[in-house]
């Protein structure tokens, strides 16, 4: 099976600078990561202002990354739109099918990429 592609997270232009409810899903993406022992963890935002988080799953049976799970909690709990997603990880890439599974619900909604102490290093528009 081919790997999955990755979108470049653009190069920090400085210190990033989130509004507090951006800086919450990074820190829930940062808690979900850390009590999982997981790769990455991630949290996004629903239209209503709802916020759904998780981590990525490696079993021998499944493989889910943790944006692809946020956004799959999100749409069970009725989500039609998603206003910002955050991943916490220590790639330099944004993993392909989360970024499409954002986009299946939002073509604008910002995703943060954080490292693991929660410094954002780029944000993803497109």
Known sequence: MPEPTGTAV???????????????LVTLARSVRARAGA????????????????????????AVTAL?????SA???GATRLEAAAVVTEASVLDGSGHAA???LSSDAPI???APDGVVFGT???
């Open 10 to 24: 653009p190069a920090p232009t400085g210190e990033v600078t989130l509004a507090a409810e951006d800086a919450k």
């Open 39 to 62: 790769v990455e963890g991630a949290a996004v935002r629903d239209q209503d202002g709802r916020t759904y988080a998780a981590a990525t799953v490696e079993l021998p049976s499944l």
């Open 68 to 72: 692809q799970l946020a956004v799959a």
């Open 75 to 77: 749409v069970s709990a």
């Open 102 to 104: 954002v986009r299946d």
């Open 112 to 114: 943060f990429a954080a």
């Open 124 to 126: 993803v528009t497109a």
